[in-house]
């Protein structure tokens, strides 16, 4: 495996599932992120990591939990979700926070919520 | 407040018609300015990074530049695999946030 990647690539849950999103780098990077992607609205920031310790939580509901244990590996573990949750979720890694260190994208999951 | 807008949001080009897609920014401590492309179900490729005003950088037939208030992505002779969405994404403070535009949607047609 190279890069980023995310699994599952597509998901499907009711409001009452609980599900966990998984994402891995194979890039060595020290910094990781949860974007939501919606129709026709920009990237939204999440959740940030660095050195598995999260350093921003971008006002997001507490119905989405993050863990990261360890540098390589981030989760995104769902509850109780709402249809307007349904979206693609991205996750991407850095070198660090540094400025200028740009994100690597994985492929993203798709999820709907029902 | 921080935003970022890209323009157009959709662009058709003939293969061979050259043409630029526009970034406006209005943040304060620019630590980085970013160009994604994304496939329909992909996530987002990185394409380039801009530090300062006045910097350029290319990659085959993109050309990217900024300026204090604006990016610009240039395509010269456009081919239809060049068809994607371009995002646009500035980075601000120390915590790696990156504020993304909504992107400009390219169709190049044969």
């Known amino acids: 495996e190279t890069g980023v990647t995310q699994t599952p690539r597509h998901l499907v849950m009711g409001m009452t599932n609980k599900k966990s999103l998984k994402c891995e780098q194979h890039l060595g990077h020290n910094a990781m992120y949860w974007y939501k992607q919606s129709a026709k609205k920009p990237l939204e920031l999440m959740f940030v990591y660095s050195l598995e310790e999260r350093v921003e939580n971008n006002s997001v509901p507490s119905r989405f939990s993050p863990e990261c244990p360890n540098s390589s590996h981030l989760f995104l573990h769902l509850h109780t979700l709402q249809p307007e949750d349904s979206a693609l979720y991205l996750c991407a890694s850095s070198r660090s926070l540094a400025g200028g260190d740009e994100q690597y994208f994985g492929p993203g999951t798709r999820l709907t919520v029902t | 407040e921080d935003q970022v807008t890209q323009s157009p949001e959709a662009l058709r080009l003939q293969e061979g018609e050259s043409s630029s897609l526009n970034c406006s920014y209005t943040v304060s401590g620019l630590r980085g300015l970013f160009w994604y492309r994304q496939d329909p179900g992909k996530g987002p490729e990185f394409l380039f990074t801009l530090y300062s005003a006045g910097e350029e950088k290319e990659k085959e037939r993109l050309k990217a530049t900024l300026t204090k208030k604006e990016s610009f992505l240039h395509i010269t002779a456009p081919k239809p695999e060049d068809s994607a969405t371009y995002l646009c994404?500035?980075?601000?403070?120390?915590?790696?946030?990156?504020?993304f535009g909504q992107g400009t949607e390219l169709s190049v047609k044969p």
């Open positions: 994404a500035v980075q601000v403070g120390g915590k790696g946030k990156l504020i």
